[in-house]
């Protein structure tokens, strides 16, 4: 069988032990996975940034598939910067209730969220007028939208689930009108899978009152920003998701696809063998759902779950367990799955 092969960004502060977390269970799959690892440090881009911002997208358009590690953000943001070399135009993240992880909300969250990855606020820094203004600009743009939408409806479709789609277009009618317009052209491309549309200050609170009414969400860059965060503080953790992050050909299928777990590079406990690596293992499996590797990525999943259910974990979510230690339950229970 040929090697999977991924370019693995990497990164700063916890992202060493991340990496070899993620390398350990790697090596138990029963998959050929060749990693090619571009430096992306704050040291590496200090030293040189365009060259190592050219090195991950020469590395990417052999592999178009990537792992990407917590980076720091001095100046620019490498996130950022990736967007606008790739193309990155659309971000999926699921976040779902985790068994074993503590929470104050008792409902069971089972979200795919799905945000355009570019414009809004995000792109235009703004600029100060005088002492008394400041103002940005607000882009919304038809090809990352419709790439998005796509996107969602596919993944519902494929899922057997509707499409939530929320702005606040009755009162940006000219930007957030705009998106909800393309949302329901491509709509009309999935007959068959239910759609609704959402204000986004009503959709946070219906979220938190019947979490269980939806499920893909599919909305602009800084409203997915500001969902996401609050859809892992109700499943009880901000640093246990993963997502992927895509371009796309011009005949509409996936080009580029990174993956990368949530969370920082949590400079105050690197190098002490402590991290969670949780998301980062779930960014793998979502690695491995994306080259098809179903079932592999099904049994990751499975195993990471299993061991936080059953209280084998990190000291950061209740657990008593160092880095080391937690991946090698996970691959214990990966050995036993795939037997």
Known sequence: MKALVITELLGDGIGPELRESVHGVAGCLPLAIDFEPIDLSLERRRAGAAAAYDEVVASLARTRLGLKYPT???????????????????????????????????????LEIVRVATGGTYDDPGQRI???????????????????????????????????????????????????????????????????????????????????????????NEYGDFLSDMACGLIGSMGLGASGNYSFAKSGEIDVAIFDPAGGTAPDIAGSGVCNPTAALLALALLLEHARHFELASRLRGAILGAIASGRTTRDVGGTLGTAAFTACIRDALARAIA
């Open 72 to 110: 720091v953000t001095e100046g620019e943001s490498p996130n950022a910067v990736l967007r606008t070399r790739l193309g990155l135009s659309v971000i999926h993240r699921p976040v779902h209730s985790i068994p074993g992880i503590a929470s104050s909300f008792k409902e069971t969250v089972a």
């Open 130 to 220: 005088g002492q008394d203004v400041a103002v940005s600009l607000r882009i919304i743009e038809r090809r990352p939208c419709t790439e998005a939408a796509r996107f969602a409806f596919r993944l519902a479709r494929q899922h057997g689930l509707s499409v939530t789609s929320s702005s606040k277009h009755t009162i940006q009618r000219a930007t957030d009108g705009f998106f909800e317009a393309i949302v329901r052209e491509v709509a009309a491309e999935f007959p068959d899978v239910p759609h609704r549309v959402e204000l986004f200050d009503a959709l946070l609170a219906k979220i938190c009152l019947r979490p269980r009414e939806f499920s893909v969400v599919l909305t602009l």
